[in-house]
């Protein structure tokens, strides 16, 4: 059976969803703090953008070389869409379901990273008190906040994959 760039996307797609569910898990299971962390962050971004990348380079190859724009861009998004979104099913099973615990314990460390943040740049006694009390309101690990979190996630990696698809675009000048 011949590979489609679709199959390839959604594929891929389903290995990254394991990676970072592998990777929620691990760090539940190993570390809670380790959440909060910027460069954790960083680490997960880079790794979706490898993965987005790697799907429209496929599929480049699939269709002998070429591919428009439309075509990397929805490779790289087919694939970021199903990776990231399996990933926060596991994050709202775990966070919402299995261990609500864990996601008071974490709102608090976002609370104590935030006061210290805000203190290091020098803000007033006063507006860390009003910005910790807005905080403080906010279930960062609601199913509705981590559905919205999803969405914004989405909409800044399809940034990025216009981007890899402007960089990955190839058309045949063979074909009139």
């Given at each position: 059976m011949e590979t489609t760039s679709k199959s390839n996307a959604i594929n891929l797609g389903?290995?990254?969803?394991?990676?970072?569910?592998?990777i929620v898990v691990l760090i539940y299971a190993v570390n809670l703090d380790l959440f909060i962390e910027w460069?954790?962050?960083?680490?997960?971004?880079?790794l979706v953008i490898v993965f987005g990348i790697v799907s429209s380079v496929k599929a480049r190859k699939i269709?002998?070389?070429?591919?428009?724009?439309?075509?990397?861009?929805?490779?790289?998004?087919?694939?970021?869409?199903?990776?990231?979104?399996?990933?926060?099913i596991v994050s709202i099973l775990i966070f919402s379901f299995i261990d609500t615990d864990a996601a008071v314990?974490?709102?608090?460390?976002?609370?104590?990273?935030?006061?210290?943040?805000?203190?290091?740049?020098?803000?007033?006694?006063?507006?860390?008190?009003?910005?910790?009390?807005?905080?403080?309101?906010?279930?960062?690990f609601s199913v509705v906040n981590q559905l919205v979190s999803y969405a914004f996630r989405l909409a800044f990696y399809a940034l990025t994959g216009l981007v890899v698809a402007l960089i990955l675009?190839?058309?045949?000048?063979?074909q009139a």
């Open positions: 389903l290995y990254l969803g394991a990676a970072l569910s592998a460069w954790l962050g960083i680490l997960l971004f880079l269709q002998n070389g070429f591919i428009n724009f439309k075509a990397a861009f929805s490779n790289y998004f087919i694939t970021v869409a199903v990776g990231t979104g399996i990933a926060t314990y974490l709102n608090e460390q976002v609370l104590l990273v935030t006061k210290q943040s805000m203190e290091r740049f020098g803000a007033s006694q006063e507006i860390i008190t009003q910005a910790l009390a807005e905080a403080s309101t906010k279930d960062n675009k190839k058309s045949d000048t063979n």
